[in-house]
């Protein structure tokens, strides 16, 4: 078989493997440069037992697709950190009432609450991007780590403000914010 063929098949096979009901969220915000040489990253396993990080993912899944804060004052198209302090509290953290405004509110306030820093993300687990000198804000942003990607705050007009699974895989969004100069890094919620 002609090389060509085979690769249309291995493509067209990939395709129908997709989950459709969430090809909705391809189009996100901010924008990853195509790259032909990298697959789908495949499917991380979620944590076995009733752990926190379990608690945190069944909340994130449960909520997408939803405008989440504490705060009504909050910009949603800035509201990542808001729709994350929402998943928390309604897992049972003690979150403050009004929630928590920013990337880096949000990291002090994860440290001070025990949440581990981790090298290896797991579903359920907190990923949050900002730079090492908490300026300027524009590449900050925080979500909940997925089993195919990353669930945050939309901030497209179509979406302004939902809760949605809009990054297709860790790598991108790694990617795209380290060309910002902005660090990621992951906590395990405790």
């Given at each position: 078989?002609?090389?060509?063929?085979?690769?249309?098949?291995?493509?067209?096979?990939?395709?129908?493997?997709?989950?459709?009901?969430s090809t909705d969220n391809l189009d996100t915000v901010p924008p990853v440069p195509y790259?032909?040489?990298?697959?789908?990253?495949?499917?991380?396993?979620?944590?076995?037992?009733?752990?926190?990080?379990?608690?945190?993912y069944t909340e994130a899944v449960a909520n997408l697709g939803r405008h989440l804060t504490?705060?009504?004052?909050?910009?949603?198209?800035?509201?990542?950190?808001?729709?994350?302090?929402?998943?928390?509290?309604?897992?049972?953290?003690?979150?403050?009432?009004?929630?928590?405004?920013?990337?880096?509110?949000?990291?002090?306030?994860?440290?001070?609450?025990?949440?581990?820093?981790?090298?290896?993300?797991?579903?359920?687990?907190?990923?949050?991007?900002?730079?090492?000198?908490?300026?300027?804000?524009?590449?900050?942003?925080?979500?909940?780590?997925?089993?195919?990607?990353?669930?945050?705050?939309?901030?497209?007009?179509?979406?302004?403000?939902?809760f949605r699974e809009n990054y297709s895989t860790i790598e991108n969004w790694v990617n795209?914010?380290?060309?910002?100069?902005?660090?990621?890094?992951?906590?395990?919620?405790?």
């Amino acid at each position: 078989m002609n090389k060509y063929i085979e690769t249309f098949i291995s493509y067209l096979a990939t395709v129908l493997s997709w989950d459709m009901a969430s090809t909705d969220n391809l189009d996100t915000v901010p924008p990853v440069p195509y790259n032909p040489a990298s697959t789908p990253s495949p499917a991380a396993p979620l944590p076995s037992d009733e752990s926190s990080a379990l608690k945190v993912y069944t909340e994130a899944v449960a909520n997408l697709g939803r405008h989440l804060t504490l705060n009504t004052a909050v910009n949603p198209e800035t509201g990542c950190a808001e729709a994350v302090s929402t998943i928390l509290l309604n897992v049972g953290y003690p979150v403050p009432s009004r929630g928590i405004p920013t990337v880096w509110g949000l990291i002090d306030w994860m440290i001070a609450n025990g949440f581990k820093e981790t090298q290896t993300p797991v579903p359920g687990a907190i990923i949050t991007a900002c730079r090492a000198d908490r300026q300027p804000t524009e590449y900050a942003h925080v979500g909940v780590v997925m089993k195919h990607g990353i669930a945050s705050n939309d901030s497209r007009a179509a979406y302004l403000g939902q809760f949605r699974e809009n990054y297709s895989t860790i790598e991108n969004w790694v990617n795209y914010f380290a060309i910002h100069n902005s660090v990621t890094r992951y906590f395990i919620p405790c």
